[in-house]
């Protein structure tokens, strides 16, 4: 009982850090499977997510008349909740404009279009370095989801709390997006067959971009959850990409359950092995994914699809 | 089409050219306003990149995380002058260690296709790259191998010294000169025609008869080897080794260098982009310091409107010269299909 509650806090940890993995996979598999492009630029959204937000809660602006100093003399819990609104509505709009260019590479080769979010990953970060600096920055979260609380004599800190709770909430609205309304059926249908969806009469172009922006801003999303754990630098963004890379590939492509899967499992084995050899802790996520795709080489859950080709 | 399937002279007037080019370099680099640094550093990544192109442009396999192969050659020359000095045998050791690795990760990766080789080539990379770092009392960490002096090396009736840029820079040129002859022997080889029939069409290649993941193998095992020479020699230039080559933004430079030339349509391909991406990297920087924002933009630039880089360019043009604008659109219509 003892070993288990000393264990808990690592646990929690972990899958704090998974179901944020997973959002972050989510957007990523989701554009995969309707637009079949890796988008290597996602990890740059995420973090341009933090950034973004940081200048919503605190646009530092120094003379800025009635408007702005009536902003901010609202509290942080406010303006935190505006930032968390608005913030990933700038990334899907990012996104979009994204997804304009890319349009150039399809019916071409698929590297084209990869490679073309690798030069966007590159703009993004330096754009992102050339306006805040390569220093660390810090955003901001409200008291009441700072800090630490004690249970059964371990110390658990509440924002871990907050971000698990935060990462079950918006899987489950994604989830009941995809799965309870119309435009989910589409998107769903999109990324079965493309060519099929278009032919039913269905604006293909505008729901690409569509989806390219949604899962842009879920990037975003967990870029402002994420940050203030991992800590806001311009290549923050990396850090958030392989994971979601190691998720997709691990749960299967085009897979949201597999999704939500790889994404727990990379975060427990990220949060377990943290607890004890801190050092190897990012390993054990490659391993994990070595170990499953030598068993099963298409992930957890995933189909034989058109990517493959 | 890469090459005539007829099969190719062993070496050609382009191929000629380029060679006069490349050792006449010290000769006229400095009224050129280039050092001789400079080209030891294309050199090598020239190297790295026609290796590369092996796999992307000729086999149509993605890898992300070649900066791997590059970055153990580094550390195995590094390792192996800190015990024995003697250069061609650090050169041999930096090859066979690269190969090695590579051929182990190429077990995993040789039955992969699409998506899920790159991923999985992103996954090895980021793997090398995190053990490079955390063995510190093998590589020596964040700061790498340090202070790998420059030899000279004895061939008993003279000897060379590295410490020159100019001496050194001679032999990475005739290794350069070594490996575009096996390297275009290679391709034009029945060996080359089937690594161009998976990229093609990897079911089509497998039905016709080639045991594809055997191919696939071997060509990411010969790539990586290739890397490892050009990690050695990176590491005798810059007298170190260090894990940044490894990271996944090391590796996807190459990736751009040899698109950015147009390593699909041309074996010059890589050989463009690598001069292109160095020169870029110091005119861009020498004017502005976030040169990796404009090389990005114009990478972006290149994906959209000719990624075909600019040996596709060229073409064009040449096509246009002749008087048949029509000559290169079918072929790359009739390649598009094929893909």
């Not at chain 2, 360019?313 to 604008?325: D, H, N, Q, S, Y």
Request: with cysteine; hydrophobic share 55%; proline share 4%.
């Amino acid at each position: 009982m003892d070993f288990l509650n000393n264990l808990l806090p690592h646990l929690l940890n972990g899958l704090a850090l998974g179901l944020l993995f997973a959002l972050i996979a989510l957007g990523f598999t989701l554009i995969v499977s309707v637009m079949e492009i890796i988008n290597l630029a996602h990890g740059s959204l995420f973090a341009l997510g933090a950034y973004v937000a940081m200048v919503i809660i605190n646009p530092g602006f120094t003379d800025s008349g009635a408007l702005g100093s009536y902003y901010m003399s609202l509290p942080l819990g406010l303006r935190y909740v505006i930032a968390l609104v608005f913030a990933p509505i700038v990334i899907a709009i990012v996104g979009f404009g994204l997804e304009i260019i890319l349009r150039r590479t399809y019916g071409k080769k698929k590297e084209y279009g990869l490679l073309l979010t690798f030069g966007a990953a590159l703009v993004l970060e330096e754009i992102i370095r050339l306006i805040w600096g390569p220093a660390e920055q810090f955003l901001p979260t409200p008291d009441a989801i700072s800090g630490a609380f004690i249970a059964h004599g371990m110390i658990y800190s509440t924002y871990r709390v907050y971000a698990m709770c935060f990462g079950i909430f918006a899987i489950i609205m994604v989830w009941l997006f995809l799965e309870k309304t119309p435009y989910g059926a589409i998107i769903k249908a999109g990324a079965h067959d493309s060519e099929m969806v278009r032919a039913l009469g269905i604006n293909l172009p505008r729901l690409q971009m569509l989806v390219f922006g949604f899962g842009a801003a879920l990037a975003g999303i967990a870029g402002i959850i994420l940050t203030p754990i991992w800590g806001l630098r311009p290549h923050v963004g990396i850090d958030a990409t392989i994971p979601a890379f190691l998720i997709i590939v691990l749960g299967g492509i085009g897979s949201f359950k597999g999704a939500v899967t790889g994404g727990i499992l990379v975060g427990l084995a990220v949060g377990l092995t943290g607890a004890y050899a801190s050092d190897w802790s990012l390993l054990s996520m490659y391993l994990l994914l070595i170990a499953v795709l030598t068993f099963r080489s298409r992930g957890l859950f995933g189909k034989k699809t058109a990517l493959e080709a | 089409m890469l090459t005539s399937p007829r099969g190719a002279p062993l070496v050609n007037v382009q191929m000629l050219i380029f060679f006069a080019v490349l050792l006449s370099y010290p000769l006229w680099a400095s009224s050129a306003g280039l050092y001789q640094y400079l080209g030891v550093e294309i050199a090598i990544f020239v190297i790295y990149a026609l290796g590369f192109n092996l796999l992307l442009g000729y086999t149509g396999l993605p890898s992300f995380g070649h900066g791997a192969f590059l970055g153990v050659g580094a550390y195995a020359y590094g390792l192996w002058q800190s015990a024995f000095p003697n250069v061609f045998a650090g050169l041999l050791i930096a090859i066979v260690c690269a190969g090695l690795s590579a051929g182990i990760v190429a077990l995993f990766l040789s039955h992969r296709r699409g998506i899920y080789f790159a991923l999985m080539t992103i996954a090895f990379g980021q793997i090398f790259w995190f053990l490079s770092i955390k063995l510190r009392w093998i590589t020596g960490g964040e700061d790498g191998l340090l202070n790998i002096l420059r030899p000279e090396i004895d061939f008993r009736f003279t000897s060379i010294n590295l410490s020159s840029n100019v001496s050194l820079f001679y032999l990475v040129a005739i290794l350069l000169i070594a490996v575009i002859l096996i390297l275009w022997r290679v391709v034009h080889s029945p060996f080359g025609t089937a690594l161009q029939a998976i990229r093609m069409n990897e079911t089509r290649a497998r039905f016709a008869g080639h045991r594809v993941w055997l191919i696939k193998w071997s060509v990411f095992t010969l790539s990586g080897a290739i890397a490892g020479l050009a990690g050695g020699l990176l590491c005798i230039t810059q007298e170190s080794a260090y894990p940044d080559v490894m990271s996944l933004h090391a590796s996807g430079f190459v990736v751009m260098m040899t698109l950015i030339g147009g390593g699909f349509v041309s074996f010059w391909g890589p050989v463009v982009g690598a001069i292109v991406f160095i020169l870029a990297r110091d005119v861009i920087g020498a004017w502005t310091e976030t040169w990796l924002l404009w090389y990005g933009l114009l990478f972006m630039a290149v994906m959209i409107v000719e990624p075909e880089g600019v040996v596709g360019v060229w073409r064009r043009i040449e096509a246009r010269l002749k008087g048949k604008t029509a000559g290169v659109a079918p072929v790359s219509a009739a390649k598009r299909e094929a893909v």
